[in-house]
């Protein structure tokens, strides 16, 4: 197949990783990187790899379009809005990893193929991207009356956006856990943890079934597989230990170890959002031509 054009809008950590992770896709052409900081060390990377570098943000590409035709945005919330409203004429698509969550919320392997058409899907929160899949396994199996999920990363690994976005990741996750993950109640908590040296990403779950339905083999089974299915694309994703079962309360501990590419492999939480957004892109750009064939 061709490969489709990317770029990238936000020069910073995450979308420096980002970057790194498309150039060795077989299904992604990253062709631009769209900042507003010249001196970026984002751009200069860019610039390095014979990527097109754009410094006047998203004007700059709204005067060379053809250069993409899905664009990933690493900003923030409200540049994000902004960024929409501008891209809109052009029919792209954009794949969100802010907060600003405008558009549907996609987790990889749950419910990618529900939302192929949609113009702006949002990636949730890294600590959604790590624990929605387990809600959602425990789901497919028996009622999930009541799920939370406690999300702890290194607090070196927190920069200014996430520190500024504390509020909106609890609701924002726990929207996830509900709407994707498919428990009746959803509630999230995010730990930044200062010990040195920094601490990989680490994810507790804890799904309150409907005890009469209840099948230890098939909830573990149910797991063992979505696990697998993230694995696929977040190498560094896996579960300390099997499911613990304490009469209708599930129990899934979980860690996420980044791939070391831009970010130190402690950053396990951006690693997997990064890792995840270049999942729906590749299966965007499957999609699509299997729509022109």
Request: hydrophobic content about 40%; charged content about 25%; proline content about 5%.
């Amino acid at each position: 197949m061709t490969k489709v054009k990317v770029g990238i809008i936000g020069s910073g950590n995450i979308g420096t990783d980002l970057m790194l992770k498309l150039l060795r896709s077989d299904k992604l052409e990253i062709t631009t990187m769209i900042g507003i900081d010249p001196e970026s060390d984002g751009l200069k990377q860019a610039k390095s790899y014979g990527i097109r570098v754009i410094d006047t943000g998203i004007d700059g590409f709204l005067e060379n379009p053809e250069l993409a035709d899905i664009l990933f945005d690493a900003t923030s919330a409200n540049a994000h809005a902004y960024h929409t409203e501008k891209l809109k004429p052009l029919n792209k698509k954009i794949l969100d990893l802010t907060p600003a969550a405008l558009g549907p919320f996609v987790v990889p392997p749950v419910n990618l193929g529900s939302h192929m058409d949609e113009p702006d899907v949002n990636m949730i929160t890294c600590g959604g991207q790590a624990t929605i899949p387990i809600v959602n396994a425990v789901q497919q199996v028996c009622d999930v009356e009541y799920a939370e999920i406690v999300a702890t990363i290194s607090s070196k690994s927190a920069g200014p956006g996430t520190r500024a976005n504390i509020d909106e990741f609890t609701v924002t996750t726990s929207r996830g856990i509900e709407n994707v993950g498919g428990a009746k109640r959803g509630k999230a908590i995010i730990i930044l943890n200062p010990a040195e040296p920094p601490i990989i990403m680490r994810d507790t779950v804890y799904c309150l079934v409907k005890e009469e339905q209840i099948d230890e083999a098939k909830v573990t089974e149910s797991i063992n597989q979505m696990v697998k299915k993230v694995q696929e694309y977040v190498p560094g994703y896996r579960m300390r230990t099997e499911p613990i079962f304490d009469g209708n309360k599930v129990t899934v501990f979980l860690e996420v170890e980044g791939a070391g590419d831009y970010l130190p492999i402690y950053s396990g939480n951006l690693d997997i959002m990064t890792a995840s957004a270049v999942k729906v892109a590749e299966e965007l750009a499957k999609y699509q031509d299997a729509q022109k064939a």
